[in-house]
Antibody
Framework: QVQLQESGPGLVKSSETLSLTCAVF?????????WAWIRQPPGKGLEWLGS???????FYNPSLTSRVTMSVDTSKYEFSLSLTSATAADTAVYYC????????????WGQGTLVTVSS | QTVVTQEPSLSVSPGGTVTLTCDLS?????????PSWYQQAPGQAPRTLIY???SRSSGVPDRFSGSILGNKAALTITGAQADDECDYYC??????????FGGGTKLTVL
């Protein structure tokens, strides 16, 4: 069974960089899927942030392209998110998920981690 | 910027049928957008329901079905149950690696 686990600081200061890591268990990170980040501000809807393939090929939400970077470490079976110049609007639960390459389904999700951006 | 729109809220009686829709600001939704649907209970991560318009994910009961209705993607729940009272999100694939979530529908069963 695929399991994903997000980790990272729960509190980030405004204007600093928000960084999170997702560890993948029970499945090879190099086996033909994309790996995605999705977030959900408190009381609001879901927003796709971007996806990365194990080769490092990335796709980002056009509204965040200038601030977001994703990377993958195949030796550690994990992938990461970096969001620069954080503001209060970036306060959200951040989910990592596995995304199928054919039909683009987010089929397995982490439990999510709350990141609060404070001034 | 492309926007995906869902009904903000809907209600259904226990045992009743309800259809949620997913609209694309740039035009009609088609199977090439690979519509998918997710159910989110309060405080929980989303759960996959439907992918590729009308395929059910493993373990999803057949009272959940997906389709294209007119120019929108649709999720129909038949025989609604109390634990169907959740938020529902659609996702459309726009091509070039870009996916967009709809704003979500809060479903009330009463």
């Amino acid at each position: 069974q695929v399991q994903l686990q997000e980790s990272g600081p729960g509190l980030v200061k405004s204007s600093e960089t928000l960084s999170l890591t997702c560890a993948v268990f029970g499945y090879s990170i190099t086996s033909g899927y994309y790996w995605a980040w999705i977030r959900q501000p408190p009381g609001k809807g879901l927003e796709w942030l971007g996806s990365i393939y194990h080769t490092g090929n990335t796709f980002y939400n056009p509204s965040l392209t200038s601030r977001v970077t994703m990377s993958v470490d195949t030796s550690k079976y994990e992938f990461s998110l970096s969001l620069t110049s954080a503001t209060a609007a970036d306060t959200a639960v951040y989910y990592c998920a596995r995304q199928r390459s054919g039909n683009h389904l987010f089929d397995f999700w982490g439990q999510g981690t709350l990141v609060t951006v404070s001034s | 910027q492309t926007v995906v729109t869902q009904e903000p809220s809907l209600s259904v009686s226990p045992g009743g049928t309800v259809t949620l829709t997913c609209d694309l600001s740039s035009g009609s939704v088609s199977i090439s957008h690979y519509p998918s649907w997710y159910q989110q209970a309060p405080g929980q991560a989303p759960r996959t329901l439907i992918y590729s318009t009308n395929s059910r994910s493993s373990g999803v009961p057949d009272r959940f079905s997906g389709s294209i209705l007119g120019n929108k993607a649709a999720l129909t729940i038949t025989g609604a149950q109390a634990d169907d009272e959740c938020d529902y999100y659609c996702v459309l694939y726009l091509g070039r690696g870009i996916s967009v979530f709809g704003g979500g529908t809060k479903l009330t069963v009463l």
